[in-house]
């Protein structure tokens, strides 16, 4: 009977870890990212994707190095 107490208070547990974790998570998912619009093609990508050249944003290297030879 004790084994079974015990499991259950492990599980839980668990149960509350897992979800403080997603809710943490959750919480930093509504965080509006800088959208930039690639040089080349147009595309918007968010700011930490982008790709900088010559003070220009694009959206993969292959159009930053198309408009920068
Ligand atoms: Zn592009």
Redesign the pocket.
């Known amino acids: 009977m004790k084994f079974i107490f015990l499991l259950t208070a492990i599980l839980l547990i668990w149960w509350i870890l897992k979800t403080l974790n997603r809710s943490r998570l959750a919480d930093r998912k509504p965080r509006i990212r800088n959208m930039l619009p690639?040089a080349?093609?147009g595309?918007h990508i968010p700011e930490d994707e982008a790709i900088m050249r010559h003070g220009k944003s694009?959206?993969?290297r292959k159009?930053a190095e198309k408009d920068n030879p």
Request: glycine share 0%; hydrophobic share 10%; proline share 0%.
């Open positions: 690639c080349h093609c595309l694009y959206c993969c159009h």
